[in-house]
């Protein structure tokens, strides 16, 4: 079974600052696809970015990109240029292609607060 | 388009009563999932569709949850009888199935408190 870890509780960064989180997965699975999902109090889960698993460069989406090591199973998130509306749980998941439609496994999150 | 809906919002409820949750996905999403997510933790999957079957329900409480999908379209989650431990977040999302690599898309959540 896919398992996916996050080791940081908390995380604080000031305002304009880069902060990186960490996300750990453990796979037998070669294909697979790797998120990045931003939750704010209002509770909607937002997909912030993602990388598939066959591609070697790391993707980025204007101040968000991601570190993937696919031998070390790591895939880390940075985010420049931190802004207020930043602030949320952000969750790293791990998502495979099973037979019927894809199966999304989470991390436990890590709460990001973005100070002025 | 359209986002998942969901209702309602909140609800607070007692022990050992009766709740149910409704979803109705992004149009042309055939597949639809319900997660739980306890306070501090990730969501976790209890049932996923696949138009109006059920293809995984292997972490659903099925002595006191059950959940449908009549026609393929909208869904109800239901927990009888209620216990401390079911309070969550309750979210729903939607997938187009057939694309390989398609995002899950989430609604805003159903917060359950059970006293």
């Not at chain 1, 997909?47 to 698993?53: D, Y």
């Not at chain 2, 949750?21 to 990730?42: D, K, M």
């Amino acid at each position: 079974a896919q398992t996916v870890t996050q080791s940081q509780p908390e995380m604080s960064v000031q305002e304009a600052e880069t902060v990186t989180l960490s996300c750990t997965y453990d796979t037998s699975e070669n294909n697979y696809y790797l998120f990045w999902y931003k939750q704010p109090p209002s509770r909607q889960m937002i997909l912030v970015i993602r990388q598939e698993a066959y591609k070697q460069q790391n993707a980025t989406e204007n101040r968000f990109s991601v570190n993937f090591q696919k031998a070390a199973k790591s895939f880390s998130l940075k985010i420049s240029d931190s802004q207020l509306g930043d602030t949320a749980m952000y969750f790293c998941a791990f998502m495979k292609h099973v037979e019927y439609g894809n199966k999304l496994v989470f991390g436990a999150g890590t709460i990001l607060r973005v100070k002025s | 388009e359209a986002g998942v809906a969901q209702s309602p919002r909140y609800k607070i409820i007692e022990k050992r009563q009766s709740v149910a949750f409704w979803c109705n996905p992004i149009s042309g999403h055939a597949t639809l999932y319900w997660y739980q997510q306890i306070l501090g933790q990730g969501p976790k999957l209890l049932i996923q569709f696949q138009n109006n079957g059920v293809v995984d329900d292997s972490q659903l409480p099925k002595d006191r949850f059950s959940a449908e999908r009549l026609k393929g379209v909208d869904s109800t989650l239901k927990i009888q009888p209620a216990k401390l431990e079911d309070s969550a977040v309750y979210l729903c999302a939607s997938s187009f199935y057939s694309a390989y690599n398609s995002p899950l898309h989430f609604g805003n959540g159903t917060r359950l408190t059970v006293t």
